[in-house]
């Protein structure tokens, strides 16, 4: 089965096809199948809704917030996970649950049932915590932005991306920095960042390639030609012969055909002579002439053969 | 205004003067009244003619539709009679009207049933009336005979 078939769900149901109302039935029964732990504490999100950009999000892992709601109001703490399927975000010092966990899922420190486990929470819930510096005082204290614009876009070394300013919404001029992402540790197989970066080509010019025009990569023992190949293969004999048709001789039969033919077009008069003109001429001139209707001229003078045409 | 014969060939449609270009008229050449030969000098365009070799009939070089085409047009120019014979002995306008095969329901038409059964039904009728007086006698019996014998006997002869 084709990649795209795959995706297409064509053999077997797709979710995606259903109505609303139905897939709500659906997931009900899947929910009720679930262990408590595992069902989503805020609602699915459809996913043309789902966040997909940093400036969707607003916010990323390791950003550190101020919780504005409920029992835990006031603690700062830090996302450590973010969900994708229902838009929230998991805080380290957040709100828990208790869930009952089967035994099978237990961790190795864990001896019970019943563990404590971080719930999902909107960004309703938080409030970004940046800080800033008094430049006369020299001290730093930190800030709660009631919400974040992104203006302009700048180059950051350890994203290895273009990252968006994150500004406080009507105090631009305070930018909150993106958290630092955690160093990706280099496997002991790993080729060095230098040695990947390090530029071992630069072509001299854009017309003329310094490349070989034979030179082939392939292994000369390959069974089947590349495909690049197989294009500019030339016609080979076998292929001139199918391609001409084949010059059948005309049977006796087919030939007596054509003798008699060129014998009845040799035969064919293709010119009047003057005598049957004449003849004839006399006959239309003697109706014509006696033509005293009007209308019947009308019509004559329409189909002659000396008459204009446009 | 009187036209001259070539004026009025002129004024022939180019159709006509093709055909007849191809086809001179009688004087000047005959054509078959029947199927003949396809390599026959005489052979009728008009008609289907049967190839001497392989003697199957071949169509006419000028179908039914194109003949009669050629023939309304030649009517309307006074030459029609200049063309060879038509195929199925095809006729046109007053000719066709006076040739026309009249409608066997128009010659004999068929009635209603009662003008159908009309005569044979008078017919039983006065069967029946004129042995009337059997049938009585037939299903009434002996006695009703001699009454009818009597009144016969009895009956007055003067006024």
Redesign the interface.
Known sequence: MSRLLKESKRYGANMKRLHPLVKAHFDNINRKGQIPAVRNDLPAVREEKQFKSLEDWKYTVGDKVMIVKGALKGTVTSIIRTQKETNGFMLEDGPTKEVVIPPNYWLQSESSHVVEYPKVVTSEYFKLVGTIKDETSGESRQIAANDVVFRGKYWDEDYKKMMPYRCIKNKEEYIIPWPRPDKPEDDKFCTEEAVALERTYEPVSIFESDIPSDLNLRDPLAKRKSRFERKQQLLTKKDLKLLQSPAMPYSDTKK?FFR?RAE?RSK??????A???????????????KIKDPY?WQ??KK????RKKR | MSLTAQQAFKKLPQKLQNFFTRYPPAPFKKYASTPTSTTADDANPFLPNIHPVTNKTHNPIYSMRRQSDLYKLAYKFGVSDLLPTLNNGKMFFQEKYDNKKPLRGVVNPKGHIWERTLEARKAAIQEAVSKADDILVEHRGMKYKRRLERRKAEQKTWV
């Not at chain 1, 005598?275 to 002439?289: M, P, S, T, W, Y």
Request: proline letters at 0%; a negative charge.
């Open positions: 007596a008699e009845i064919q008069i293709t010119e009047m002579s005598e049957v003109a004449d003849f004839i001429g006399k006959r239309v001139a003697d109706h014509l002439n019947m019509y004559i189909v002659s053969g000396d």
